[in-house]
């Protein structure tokens, strides 16, 4: 089955700067690649999704690139602010199911 | 619309006992699908559901079960608990008829179950 690698486990960076999470995947037929959010004691939720056909996407402060050859994606949060601090998931799905890396708790200090 | 509901919230059993966890799904939404929560091992697949017939499962074993009724709520069951069945169950629902692992899932708050 697919298994998904995620780094770093914790990461803390000072108001501002930019974060940068990074995934890989073992399955070649993954063409699902979301991202979810997980604040303290609340429901994960996703912020940002990519598929296989798609290099890179933007939204605001928050871009996916993903590199299909290498198997890895990356999440790049810029301008980072302390509401930004949060568990993120990355997640890889052949088509019937998410499997999810094991999350990275970041920190943002003011 | 609502969200995802699940119940209970907390529940505290001890080993060998069983528990029944409830999921209801944003209305119209038809796939279900199940996921276990622990702090070393992050999220972890356990299986889907959709129009009442298991469509995928995760690598758990035969006491983690689950089934949907028509209206697309979902239960799912742990036989014959075992301390390291603690942990937060989650529940995501998805507009998706091709799959979870196709388009968002819309999580609920989860069941948080503690084995003693």
């Known amino acids: 089955g697919e298994n998904v690698e995620q780094h770093p486990s914790t990461l803390s960076v000072q108001e501002g700067d930019s974060a940068v999470i990074k995934c890989t995947y073992s399955?070649?037929?993954?063409?699902?690649f979301p991202w979810y959010k997980q604040e303290l004691g609340k429901r994960p939720q996703l912020i940002i999704d990519?598929?296989?056909?798609?290099g890179e996407k933007k939204d605001q402060r928050i871009a996916v690139t993903l590199n299909k050859t290498a198997k890895h994606f990356s999440l790049h949060i810029t301008e980072t602010q302390p509401e930004d601090s949060a568990v993120y998931f990355c997640?890889?799905?052949?088509?019937?199911?998410?499997?999810f890396g094991k999350g990275t708790s970041l920190l943002v200090t003011p | 619309k609502a969200g995802v509901t699940q119940t209970p919230r907390y529940l505290i059993k001890t080993r060998g006992q069983q528990v029944t966890l409830s999921c209801s799904p944003i209305?119209?939404?038809?796939?279900v699908s199940w996921y276990q929560q622990t702090p070393g091992q992050g999220l972890q697949f356990l299986f889907e559901y959709f129009s009442e017939t298991q469509r995928n499962k995760g690598n758990f074993p035969g006491r983690f079960s689950g089934r949907q009724f028509s209206n697309s709520r979902s239960e799912m069951n742990v036989s014959t608990l075992e301390l390291g069945d603690s942990a937060l169950y989650l529940c995501?629902?998805?507009?998706?008829?091709?799959?979870?692992?196709?388009?968002?899932?819309?999580f609920g708050e989860g069941s948080r179950l503690t084995v003693l």
């Open positions: 209305s119209g939404h038809r796939s």
């Open positions: 399955d070649s037929a993954s063409n699902y």
């Open positions: 997640a890889a799905s052949p088509g019937y199911a998410l499997n």
């Open positions: 995501a629902s998805s507009p998706s008829g091709q799959g979870a692992g196709t388009g968002e899932l819309f």
């Open positions: 990519i598929r296989s056909n798609v």
